[in-house]
T-cell receptor
Framework: AQTVTQSQPEMSVQEAETVTLSCTYD???????LFWYKQPPSRQMILVIR??????QNATENRFSVNFQKAAKSFSLKISDSQLGDAAMYFC???????????FGTGTRLTIIP | DTGVSQNPRHKITKRGQNVTFRCDPI?????LYWYRQTLGQGPEFLTY????????KSRLLSDRFSAERPKGSFSTLEIQRTEQGDSAMYLC???????????????FGNGTRLTVT
């Protein structure tokens, strides 16, 4: 079975600084996809960024980028120029190719310090 | 795009009672998913539908749980004889369903928070 581990329950960062959230996963599949979702307080979960495992190039979406290390099974999220609106729970998630079931980590609560 | 709508937002019930939650997906989305999120945990997959067909159910979904999606539109999740361990946030999500979860990302609702006393 696939597992996703987020070892940082909480992180904080000064506004305008850069922060990196860690995620590792375990799988025997060779083809899969990875995601970072953001869940603001009392609001719905939204997709931040996604990565295809067969692509070596790291995905980037504006201020959000990932460091995908397939051999190490690591998928970290870097948030640059942190803004107050980035405060949320961040979940790393995995899905195998052809599968519809997302496996989530336990989340990292990110606090932005003004 | 009015988003995924879930009702009620909160439900408090006594142990042993039955509860039903409703999810209205984004109108053109043909896939609908239910997840459960307990405190301090990430969401866990429960089940999903392609139109009106329920295609996969998690082992987490005991016999007390049943989900339906009549006519491929809204969906309901019913929990019979609720137990305190059922207390959780129940999340619904929908997607276009084209090209798998990667190409058709999930859009989540705000969830229904269930408290069983």
């Amino acid at each position: 079975a696939q597992t996703v581990t987020q070892s940082q329950p909480e992180m904080s960062v000064q506004e305008a600084e850069t922060v990196t959230l860690s995620c590792t996963y375990d799988t025997s599949e060779s083809d899969y996809y990875l995601f970072w979702y953001k869940q603001p307080p009392s609001r719905q979960m939204i997709l931040v960024i996604r990565q295809e495992a067969y692509k070596q190039q790291n995905a980037t979406e504006n201020r959000f980028s990932v460091n995908f290390q397939k051999a190490a099974k690591s998928f970290s999220l870097k948030i640059s120029d942190s803004q107050l609106g980035d405060a949320a729970m961040y979940f790393c998630a995995y899905v195998g190719f052809g599968n519809e079931k997302l496996t989530f980590g336990t989340g990292t609560r990110l606090t932005i310090i003004p | 795009d009015t988003g995924v709508s879930q009702n009620p937002r909160h439900k408090i019930t006594k142990r042993g009672q039955n509860v039903t939650f409703r999810c209205d997906p984004i109108s053109e989305h043909n896939r609908l998913y239910w997840y459960r999120q307990t405190l301090g945990q990430g969401p866990e997959f429960l089940t999903y539908f392609q139109n009106e067909a329920q295609l996969e159910k998690s082992r987490l979904l005991s016999d007390r749980f049943s989900a339906e999606r009549p006519k491929g539109s809204f969906s309901t999740l019913e929990i019979q004889r609720t137990e305190q361990g059922d207390s959780a946030m129940y999340l619904c999500a929908s997607s276009l369903g084209r090209g798998g979860t990667y190409n058709s990302p999930l859009h989540f609702g705000n969830g229904t928070r269930l408290t069983v006393t």
